[in-house]
């Protein structure tokens, strides 16, 4: 390429031939298959958005290619890390070595209100420390006496989940008969979890044996006195898929609360255990987080005939068009009751636009987030007047791509499970005003001098969610990408710094 | 409404709003099916008597709140000291990414390493395909001189040869023959974070130096050990060894590497021991490691090559500082010089000024074992008590060392050593035997939360603080910026306790 800087989708497509060509034959043909540009499409355009364009890349949810860095993860951050270890009133045992607990330990920031290590557990790391012996002769014993040393430290927590990590599934423990053993003594909820780190290609298969592990360990045991006692009423929803990230589900609740719903479950941020048995007696399944508890929904509809549906709580835009289409499954007063919630944040969102937009209208923005926000935050961005310019997964399915095509326009570069090599040429070649990604990706793109922020943790902010979340988003964007810090990377006295002569 | 344009509220302010706080207690109250309040107030009592440290200290198989990572954390962080080094990390990928992770967060800068994404199929065939076609994959991409391979425990239990795998791929054509890819088994279930140091630390010399003769010269090596704060406690070493005129190789300097400038450009690689200058390392008269516990195998086999070889423990404070000193002047026979003398004089100065403030303090401190050791000695010759030193990591050796160091000292009478418990075991020393101030990493601010201890961040992983890492703590320089961050704490602690006006304002003192 002649030009300097990729951009627009001729470019785009050049540039991923480009970037291929350092890798060997095989990986090249591998990797070839993730990289794309969206097309036009057929399709309805999407009647928020407007938008109908085809994101697919060839292949997607497959095995990672050894050696290029890949971003993922893997099943047991998906299961511990995302799924289960916010739930509060019980403890996660990282079952195995020390370092996958260590590792994930209070990393994700799922806010909880709770007495930590009396009645609420989530940013502590329990561990069964496996040793050598433990391989050789397994752990089911010590498994066992972990969790009545559990019982016995900490006698208000209401159950326990098993997160296994590697070594257990290779040396044949039985930690489901442990479980059920332990179930059997105390009477406690027992969640053995097979979510070993070799298992699938990322954290989703993680996600997904996490979700059937409720189903087999929550949902098919006898039936709870929470449960029991609970009177299900005509407006009860659960919030499927937020992990209240920096309080993204309380920044959530609220509006589904003034809109008059009762929010009976959250899953699985800031979660009692309750709240996870109580959910098949709720109305409808509200569910945010597709790609990590879809399984769960479709499983509460099949056996329960509860209704599910997706929504979207980034951005004004988004907002108002979930709350109309929640509403839409109840009657008038709630319908009406939407109306009021927009009508009444309408100010705050006018003053939210009015402030920043103008500071970062034009501005192109590259993402490379999970399984969600890839697509979930670009209209966020759009009603700020910024402009996505990439967007890739670290670990969606076909699915997910399919619903980028309502959230993201042709011509946009589309990059699955991209390496560490891929995304800085990109980035390099792009020259976006923000990228948005993880914590592995935040310092390269800063050296560059690319502003960025982390979108997976909200970059230690947040809430993003809802409207009072959107405030703090548009804050945090322009604080990215309009710091004066980006100004002060060429020293002044370097040779060539030609001093513009306008 | 609390939220507005004008005054934008993220969580911490948010979140105290009444709209948000009635929300809360409704949830609480009509969805959470929680224990009674009365009952959750009974048992935290509880948790903080004797009755439950008992309890606590009668845990055999739970581990809560360790202070301690795996064996490949250890690996990566010595092979990023090596010119243009990749780590490869063979096993499971998510190892990798929270190995990456961790020290991003730690150190605020890139961390790279690559991985063999093994899988399932690797699980019951054996990852020999991935190790072919991930080291062919990783040198096109990331052009490394050297690539560094450890292990997950999942390659670990079952049981791939390393040494074969990279005979096998090399012969497959991954990477060229004469191409450096030193190697060590890294099995998380053994040890932890400093055993995988030692253990790449040895895998890369001993690539270099097998099979080759040894022609003894005056230079040394020293090893810095897993350190949080390696960027600046290593250009303190190497400033205090150029002052001596000694001249010296790091055997793995991460200096470079975990503190890159912002001008534009993302350097994947920066500094490090130059890989010529590891081959030549054989030729040292002598390898210094700072940390014994990060070394002992690595240690070992070179003293086997015939030199001479001496381990500290995270040298900090005035004897600390000497004691490395004197091991170096002992080694090479050069004078410390007048500078370093003034250096330690001006720390001696700087002590003796706020001795006062310091001196019968309790401290309870935490960290790998060489750190604990070190602090623990620079707290004694403040005048401080050390109250509690725990390392989880820390094995009877340790212990033994440790009660050996504290009867050394008048101050030393309280000390307690706790090898191998954990931070919820530290909860209730702290609980039940309180101390003035605690000294670990950020984990510790659980323990600030649950006690009222105030933590003094000086040990790996610090997160939620920025840059203090690229301040030495070793050194009579290091030991400058911890004495201060050790008096600020009782400085912002006694100001906190005197702030009330009218109250307790009476001893809010200008001058202290």
């Known amino acids: 390429m002649a030009k300097d800087h990729a951009n627009g989708p001729e470019d785009y497509e050049a540039m991923i031939e480009e970037v291929l060509e350092a890798y060997p034959a095989k990986a090249k043909k591998r990797r070839a298959k993730h990289l794309t540009v969206s097309k036009p499409s057929e399709e309805e355009p999407d009647a928020t958005t407007g938008i109908a364009s085809k994101c697919d890349t060839q292949k997607s949810n497959v095995k990672s290619v050894p050696g290029v860095m890949t971003i993922r993860g893997c099943a047991y951050a998906g299961s511990k890390g995302v799924v289960w270890g916010p739930v509060k009133d019980m403890v996660h045992i990282s079952h195995g070595p020390v370092g996958c607990g260590q590792y994930s330990w209070s990393q994700r920031r799922n806010y909880y209100i709770g007495k930590t290590g009396v009645d609420s557990f989530v940013t502590m790391q329990f561990t069964t420390d496996f040793q050598e012996k433990d391989i050789v002769f397994g752990g089911d014993k010590k498994l066992a006496k972990t969790i009545d040393e559990i019982n016995e430290l900490f006698p208000l927590s209401n159950g326990t989940t098993i997160q296994s990590e590697c070594p257990i599934g290779l040396i044949g423990d039985d930690i489901e008969a442990v479980a059920r053993q332990k179930k059997k003594e105390t009477g406690k909820t027992m969640v053995p979890v097979r979510c070993e780190g070799f298992r699938g290609v990322s954290q989703s298969l993680g996600h997904h044996i996490a979700n059937d592990a409720v189903r087999d360990w929550v949902f098919e045991q006898e039936e709870s006195d929470a449960v029991k006692a609970y009177e299900p009423g005509p407006y009860d929803v659960n919030v499927i898929g937020d992990y209240n990230i920096g309080g993204d589900a309380w920044a959530s609740r609220i509006l589904l609360e003034e809109m008059g719903l009762n929010v009976v479950g959250n899953w699985s941020g800031d979660a009692t255990l309750a709240e996870i048995e109580r959910a098949p007696k709720a109305r409808l399944n509200l569910i945010h987080c597709y790609r990590s508890m879809n399984y769960i929904c479709r499983y509460m509809e099949e056996k329960h005939g509860i209704g599910w549906m997706e929504y979207n709580f980034f951005g004004p835009t988004q907002i108002a068009a979930s ?88 011509g946009t570069l589309i990059y699955d499970d991209v390496t560490g090599y891929e995304l800085e040429k990109f980035i ?75 | 409404m609390p939220q507005s344009g004008d005054k934008v509220l993220d969580h911490a302010p948010l979140f105290q709003q009444p709209e948000y706080k009635e929300m809360l207690a409704n949830k609480k109250m009509k969805f959470e099916c929680g224990h009674p309040d009365e009952l959750v107030t009974e048992i935290g009592d509880w948790t903080k008597s004797w009755e439950y440290r008992e309890k606590n200290l009668a845990r055999e198989a739970l581990t809560v709140n360790p202070a301690k990572a795996c064996q490949p954390l250890g690996a990566v962080f010595a092979a990023a000291g090596y010119e243009q080094t990749l780590s490869f990390v063979h096993g499971s990928q998510g190892c990798v990414a929270y190995y990456r992770s961790h020290l991003s967060r730690h150190f605020k800068e890139p ?33 490394p001189k050297m690539i560094a391979v450890s292990t997950t425990c999942m390659a670990e239990v079952i049981g791939d040869d390393l040494n074969s795998f990279i005979i096998q791929s090399k ?42 003769e040894r022609t003894e010269t005056d230079k040394i090596n020293i090893i810095p050990g897993f350190d949080g ?9 190497t400033k205090m060894l150029d002052a001596m005129g000694v001249e010296f190789s790091f055997l793995s300097d991460v200096s470079d590497v975990y503190d890159t400038p912002s001008d534009g450009e993302f350097r994947m ?53 000497d004691e490395f000193l004197m091991k170096v002047q002992e080694l090479t026979g050069k004078e410390i010089p007048e500078e370093l003398r003034l250096e330690r004089g001006r720390l001696v100065d700087a002590i003796a000024d706020s001795q006062a403030w310091l001196h019968g303090k309790t401290f309870a401190i935490y960290g790998d074992p060489d750190f604990v050791y070190g602090m623990t000695r620079f707290v004694m010759e403040l005048g401080g008590e050390p109250v509690h030193c725990l390392a989880t990591n820390g094995n009877k ?34 609980n039940t035997e309180p101390c003035d101030m605690l000294i670990g990493n950020s984990y510790g601010k659980y323990l600030e939360r649950d006690t009222g201890t105030p933590l003094i961040r000086l040990a790996f992983p610090i997160f939620d603080r920025h840059h203090h890492h690229r301040f030495p703590t070793m050194g009579y320089q290091g030991a400058l910026t911890v004495l201060v961050k050790l008096l600020d704490t009782v400085f912002d602690k006694l100001d906190d306790d005197t702030i009330v006006p009218g109250e307790t304002d009476y001893s809010y003192d200008l001058t202290r």
């Not at chain 1, 009021?340 to 501005?363: H, M, S, T």
């Not at chain 1, 969610?465 to 100004?487: E, K, L, T």
């Not at chain 2, 994404?117 to 076609?133: K, P, Q, R, Y």
């Open chain 2, 229 to 237: 704060f390696a960027v600046a406690n290593n250009r303190e070493i």
């Open chain 2, 269 to 321: 690689y920066d500094g490090g021991t130059k890989l010529d200058e590891a081959k030549a390392a054989l030729n040292a008269k002598a390898t210094i490691s700072m940390q014994e516990y990060c070394s002992p195998k690595t240690l070992e086999y070179i003293a086997g090559k015939g030199q001479e070889t001496a381990a500290l423990h995270y040298p900090m404070g005035v004897q600390g500082t």
């Open chain 2, 397 to 430: 050796k340790w212990a033994a060392k440790m009660e050996a160091l504290l009867a050394s000292s008048p101050f030393g009478k309280q000390g307690q050593v706790w090898a191998g418990k954990d931070l919820w075991h530290m909860r209730s020393f702290l």
């Open chain 2, 171 to 212: 012969e497959k054509g991954s990477v060229p023959e004469d191409f450096d890819v030193p190697f060590a088994h890294t099995p998380a279930f053994v040890g932890s974070h400093v055993d995988g140091y030692d253990n790449m630390q040895k895998g890369i010399i001993s690539h270099f130096w097998e099979g080759e």
């Open chain 1, 323 to 410: 709350l109309r289409a929640i509403a839409k499954n109840f009657d008038e007063t709630i319908q009406e009751n939407a109306e009021k919630v927009i009508a009444k944040y309408q100010p705050l969102v006018d003053e939210v636009i009015a402030k920043y937009k103008p500071r970062l209208e034009g501005k192109s923005v590259m993402l490379y987030v999970g399984g969600l926000r890839p697509r979930h935050v670009v209209t966020a961005y759009d009603d700020l007047g910024m402009v996505i310019a990439g967007t890739g997964y670290e670990f969606a399915h076909g699915d997910d791509y399919k619903r980028t095509g309502h959230y993201v326009k042709e």
């Open chain 2, 111 to 143: 961390s790279s390493c690559v991985s063999s994404s093994m899988t399932e199929d690797a699980a019951v065939f054996g990852g020999l395909v991935n190790m072919v076609d991930g080291l062919a994959n990783a040198k096109a991409l990331y052009d």
């Open chain 1, 428 to 502: 390099e070649r792009v020259r976006p005003d923000l990228v948005g990604s993880g914590i592995k990706e935040k310092y390269p793109v800063q050296k560059m001098g690319i502003p960025f922020r982390q979108m997976h943790s909200w970059d230690y902010s947040g809430p993003y969610h809802g409207y009072d979340g959107f405030a703090i988003f548009a804050r945090d964007m322009d604080m990215a990408v309009n710091s004066p810090v980006w100004n002060l990377y060429d020293a002044p006295w370097e040779a060539g710094q030609a001093i513009a002569a306008e």
